[in-house]
């Protein structure tokens, strides 16, 4: 399987940035890791093992990139605005750096699905969400999709545009509705067991709904716990089932 790591300079981050690509074909899944966790995570995790038949046949492409979450919301040292501004900047490097950069090496036609587990899952259905002409669509595991979740009490316009619960219920733009429900793979998983919110998931789906966005959502059992096997069985039987 081909596994390749390049990195730069990001101009909006101020920071070296790395990313690994895996495959050389297919649809693009781009992962985003959880908590605070780098761009080998998944790998490490052996979700890219799960993935390798997948990745191997061409069914799906594969890149992985570095959370900055220790640098935003679980920074206790940080006060809110410089958590939600340094939040902001990450959105820009993921839009202005790494979806060209992507779409450079795998064709301008590909489409680029973001894909993350527990608050991997927000940011890539925040990513989504925010910039449907960009990304194609999200697959959104375990997560929690209300960014007060995790601001600790701070709230203002930014984190407001962060937080899908909130804007999405309020979006009036028509062009940017109806760009999101061109999307063919809108996938909000969760299990029920120890640390899974299914009703977090419930109402993100329910809002969905209401705004007559085609997704999938899929619930399952108490005995699915908020961990890494879950992730691990999820992702090929989506592959499988969906894609």
């Known amino acids: 399987m081909h596994r390749e790591i390049q990195s730069w300079y990001s101009p909006v ?4 940035m790395e990313i690994v690509e895996y495959g050389h074909f297919g649809p693009v899944i781009l992962l985003l890791p959880t908590a605070a966790a780098d761009y080998l995570e998944y790998e490490r995790f052996l979700m890219i093992d799960v993935l390798k038949k997948y990745i191997e046949n ?13 640098e935003s919301w679980l920074n206790n040292k940080l006060d809110g605005r410089s958590k939600v501004v340094r939040h902001n900047q990450f959105n820009r490097y993921v839009y202005d750096e790494v979806i060209p950069f992507i779409k450079n ?19 890539a259905a925040n990513l989504f969400f925010k910039n449907p002409w ?3 669509g999200c697959i959104a595991m375990s997560g929690l999709y209300d960014l ?12 407001y545009w962060n937080s899908p619960l909130h804007y999405l219920k309020d979006l009036q733009n ?9 999307s063919k793979h809108i996938h909000i998983l969760t299990g029920s067991g120890d640390y899974e919110d299914p009703d977090g998931s419930r109402y993100i789906s329910g809002l969905l709904h ?9 619930i399952w ?6 961990d890494w096997p879950t992730w691990r069985a999820m992702m090929p039987y989506l592959l499988e089932t969906s894609f």
């Open 221 to 226: 059992g108490y005995d699915i716990k908020h």
């Open 58 to 70: 061409g069914e799906v492409k594969v890149y992985s990139i570095n959370s900055i979450n220790s």
């Open 174 to 182: 028509e062009a940017h509705l109806d760009a999101i429900r061109s």
């Open 13 to 16: 981050l101020n920071k070296e």
């Open 148 to 159: 007060g979740k995790y601001t600790k009490g701070y709230w203002d316009e930014d984190c």
């Open 105 to 123: 090496r795998s064709g301008l036609e590909t489409p680029v699905y973001t894909c993350g587990a527990s608050f991997g899952a927000l940011h």
């Open 210 to 218: 209401h705004r007559n966005i085609p997704h999938d959502l899929d």
């Open 134 to 136: 960009a990304i194609s």
